[in-house]
């Protein structure tokens, strides 16, 4: 069981280290998943709104990480 | 022709060059360490069934995702490559910030050099070596799931683009064989940090595409966004690193030692 247990653990390192930086990206795909289509921007513009996000929030890991 | 086109086709086989030698050189220095203290046909032959390993795992994987709707697989995978993809850009920057330290290979050499020194035998095998037999496994087998991760989620995102990602991978690992058996040392010279960094661009840029793809939405450009995403976060990356710099004062930067 230890033994699984460290592999599971290895596993999920490999995606999260910082769990509010994975939580952040999560509910930020689901933010432009669900409600992005419903204020009615156009698909056009649902990429650049999450590539915006993604960047928003490296930019501030980064720099809380760093404070 | 490539299926995906050379606007997805060239980045996906670049990202996993680029991450297969990131992942290979750190390999390649726990081998080169079992070798020298343990003897050669152990370290050698467990990392060899760990490549075998991975071959097989890529193998299974990539053809099961085929089997998937593609919007579902390019959601879900996206996804998990953009978790990936900005995990090691954020620790890219950071580390170029110096507010970790560099992952050093010469240390890293050193450090296992010692510890496998200093443990006892477990006897021989067939494999020679068991105990330098099991620890290249382990660390071939460690450094290469990133790499078949990164393989396969490239590889699913769109058809045909597992050949260019596998090719890249293997490319990378030829070439971290062919230096090691040259130079027989840890290839520190490698600029590891700076691989690193283009590389968790490079796969963010890939994850982002996809989850857009997978939600519906429409890129610019189509295909060609991917460039636009890689420019984009690679703008966003040295940002970072320099606001980073600004908010440690000089004397409070770590120095270059290990982390993992």
């Given at each position: ?27 930020w795909i689901?933010v432009v998943w669900?409600l992005l289509p419903?204020l009615?921007l156009g698909p056009a513009w649902e990429g650049v709104v999450l590539f915006t996000g993604l960047a928003a ?11 | ?207 982002t595409?996809?989850v857009g793809?997978?939600i519906?939405a429409?890129w ?41």
């Amino acid at each position: 069981m230890r033994r699984i247990g460290g592999v599971l653990r290895e596993l999920s390192g490999l995606f999260v280290d910082d769990g509010r930086f994975a939580l952040s990206i999560v509910v930020w795909i689901g933010v432009v998943w669900l409600l992005l289509p419903r204020l009615g921007l156009g698909p056009a513009w649902e990429g650049v709104v999450l590539f915006t996000g993604l960047a928003a929030i490296l930019l501030e890991s980064a720099w809380r990480q760093a404070g | 022709m490539l299926v995906g086109g050379w606007a997805q086709a060239g980045p996906s086989m670049l990202a996993a060059f680029l991450a297969s030698l990131v992942e290979g050189v750190e390999a390649l220095t726990v081998v080169l360490a079992v070798g020298s203290v343990r003897g050669w046909r152990g370290a050698l032959s467990g990392g060899a069934a760990a490549l075998v390993v991975l071959l097989a795992v890529v193998a299974v994987l990539g053809r099961a995702l085929t089997l998937i709707p593609l919007d579902l697989i390019q959601a879900g995978v996206g996804g998990l490559l953009l978790l990936f993809g900005l995990r090691w850009l954020r620790k890219a920057v950071l580390r170029a910030a110096k507010i970790i330290p560099l992952h050093a290979e010469d240390a890293v050499f050193a450090r296992e050099t010692e510890a496998l020194g200093r443990a006892g035998g477990l006897g021989a095998g067939p494999w020679g070596d068991w105990l330098g037999f099991a620890t290249s496994f382990q660390a071939t087998m460690l450094e290469g799931t990133e790499v078949v991760f990164i393989v396969v989620a490239i590889g699913a995102g769109k058809n045909g683009l597992l050949v260019p990602a596998s090719l890249g991978a293997v490319g990378a690992v030829i070439a971290v064989i062919i230096l090691g058996v040259a130079i027989r040392r840890p290839l520190s010279a490698v600029p590891e940090n700076a691989l690193k960094l283009l590389v968790g661009c490079l796969l963010s840029a890939f994850g982002t595409f996809w989850v857009g793809e997978g939600i519906g939405a429409r890129w610019p450009g189509g295909d060609w966004a991917i460039g636009g995403l890689i420019v984009g976060f690679l703008a966003v990356a040295s940002i970072a690193v320099r606001l980073c710099r600004a908010r440690v004062p000089l004397c409070e930067r770590a120095s270059g030692s290990v982390s993992p």
